[in-house]
Nanobody, 122 residues
Framework: VQLQASGGGSVPSGGSLRLSCAAS????????MAWFRQAPGKEREFVGS????????KYRDSVKGRFTISRDKAKSMVYLEMNTVGPEDAAVYYC????????????????WGQGTQVTVSS
């Protein structure tokens, strides 16, 4: 199984960025896909997920209304659209896959990508 995250980079504060995650080696339609992030010196935190069962999305409070998760089942891709990005969003972003319906705990995710760095410039 491989999860390949991409799309990170430097974005100005208030700007937008779109992250992508390509999944291979798993039955994509049977996995909830999520994005986590980890900033230097901080613990990894859940950003959002999209359920395999019904496509329901969940987000951490701080990104609600700014970030959007979507998926393309035909391409086994999951995306994270980041809008109105702020300094607090700077982190390494990881995509992850879980066979559960709506997990938010990283320990419930079976597969992880390598991460993509998001830097926010003022």
């Amino acid at each position: 199984v491989q999860l390949q995250a991409s799309g990170g980079g430097s974005v100005p504060s208030g700007g937008s960025l779109r992250l992508s995650c390509a999944a291979s080696g798993l039955r994509f339609s049977l996995y909830t896909m999520a994005w986590f992030r980890q900033a230097p010196g901080k613990e990894r935190e859940f950003v959002g997920s999209i359920s395999y069962r019904d496509g329901l999305t969940k987000y951490r409070d701080s990104v609600k209304g700014r970030f959007t998760i979507s998926r393309d089942k035909a391409k086994s891709m999951v995306y994270l659209e980041m809008n109105t990005v702020g300094p607090e969003d700077a982190a390494v972003y990881y995509c992850a896959a879980s066979p559960l319906s709506r997990p938010q705990d990283g320990r419930e995710y079976e597969y992880w990508g390598q991460g993509t760095q998001v830097t926010v410039s003022s």
